[in-house]
């Protein structure tokens, strides 16, 4: 099955705002409300930061906010800090129980 | 607290069988779906599946079907992920998780094991 399809990279100084793109199908971003956004810090698991397109998950910070626009997903970081550094992935359902994320984008501080 | 703790890291020669482990705590075992994502060295994140562990239904990610098999056992809070012949391309890290719903969200994950296959 495709990946959904993101930046490789986006960068950004401290304090600024940065947005990650997710672009999917008709059959799976466009169609479904189901679009979460994950975190993944070197050597560690996965976290969960949005779930359903735009609800943020519990004790993560205002400053992480998300949308949806057709078959697009976009995961905005304000006030970017250093310890938003990692590796940040959409992930979308598609159907029959079936999910499917996105490559990965690595935000870096700069 | 919902914890998902896995077994240890593996390192196999290909060919060779393994099954890797993740234990639930935290809440009731049965009433949630638990998906396995994999990650490659140096890659993104793909979704192999779910298991329901209330009756061990499953569903596979066309792109795993036939090539691992998930299990649990609701006497022990544990759910397996079981290959028959393992691949160099097998190596990666495996993570268990614990959606919120059966749309993915995944909110609770396990602090990944690595599979290392040698050819």
């Known amino acids: 099955q495709s990946v959904l399809t993101q930046p490789a990279s986006v960068s950004g100084s401290p304090g600024q705002s940065i947005t990650i793109s997710c672009t999917g199908t008709?059959?799976?971003?466009?169609?479904?409300?189901?679009v979460s956004w994950y975190q993944q810090r070197p050597g560690k698991a996965p976290r969960l930061l949005i779930y359903?397109?735009?609800n943020r998950a519990l004790g993560v910070s205002n400053r992480f906010s998300a949308s949806k626009s057709g078959v697009t997903a976009f995961l905005t970081l304000s006030g970017l800090q250093v310890e938003d550094e990692a590796d940040y992935f959409c992930a979308s359902y598609s159907g029959g129980g079936n999910i499917l994320f996105g490559g990965g984008t690595k935000v870096t501080v700069l | 607290e919902v914890q998902l703790v896995q077994s240890g890291a593996e390192v196999k020669e290909a060919g060779e069988s393994l099954t890797i482990s993740c234990k639930a705590s935290?809440?009731?075992?049965?009433?949630?779906?638990i998906g396995w994502v994999r990650q490659m060295p140096g890659k993104g994140l793909e979704w192999m599946g779910t298991i329901y562990p209330g009756d061990s239904s499953t569903r596979y990610s066309p792109s795993f079907q036939g090539q691992v098999t998930f299990s649990a056992d609701k006497s022990i809070n544990t759910v397996y992920l079981q290959w028959t012949s393992l691949k160099a391309s097998d190596t990666a890290i495996y993570y268990c998780?614990?959606?919120?719903?059966?749309?993915?969200?995944?909110?609770?994950w396990g602090q990944g094991t690595l599979v290392n296959v040698s050819s």
């Open positions: 359903d397109v735009f």
């Open positions: 998780a614990r959606p919120t719903n059966e749309y993915g969200d995944y909110e609770n």
């Open positions: 935290g809440y009731k075992f049965t009433s949630y779906l």
């Open positions: 008709r059959n799976d971003i466009g169609f479904y409300s189901h």
